[in-house]
């Protein structure tokens, strides 16, 4: 089976680059070279999950981090949905709301390309989603359909 996760992750992974050459990988528009190469990505990272946690038998800090945010993956969704949203509703000068202020104001200063200051913010982002689930799991809080 992990195998078959591995080649077909790979596959995909190598179509959608390919693809990327005829239509470029774009996110905002879920292009179909985007998609192929993401899922090729997602295919690969779950393989690897199993593969460490299922037969290796590791358990430490990483298994623990994504085990709170499973634990309330319907919450985090709607929360990454929601927030940017609810927070672009409150400004703080011209086209500034308290969700990108941090990137104007810090993050896109960060020395080299600007990929980096991206980089940061989005780990940032996630550290602060993963936060908050680790609050509600260890108040065994679970946000359930």
Not at 69 to 76: D, E, I, S
Not at 94 to 109: A, M, R, S, T
Not at 112 to 131: D, H, P
Request: glycine content about 8%; some cysteine; proline content about 3%.
């Amino acid at each position: 089976m992990l195998t078959g996760l591995f080649v077909i992750g790979t596959g995909l992974l190598i179509t959608g680059f390919c693809w990327d050459m005829v239509f470029p990988i774009n996110k905002k528009i879920w292009t179909s070279s985007y998609t192929i190469y993401t899922t090729g990505l997602a295919i690969i990272t779950i393989a690897m999950m199993i593969y460490m946690i299922e037969i290796k038998q590791i358990r430490g800090g990483l298994a623990r981090f994504f085990d709170v945010f499973g634990k309330n993956a319907l919450f985090v969704f709607a929360l990454s949905a929601f927030l940017p949203k609810g927070l672009a509703l409150i400004k703080l000068g011209e086209g500034v709301n308290p969700w990108n202020w941090l990137y104007k104001k810090v993050f896109i200063h960060i020395p080299g390309a600007k990929e980096n200051g991206s980089l940061v913010y989005a780990l940032c982002v996630i550290t602060f989603m993963w936060a908050i689930c680790y609050w509600m799991d260890r108040k065994k809080i679970y946000v359930k359909v």
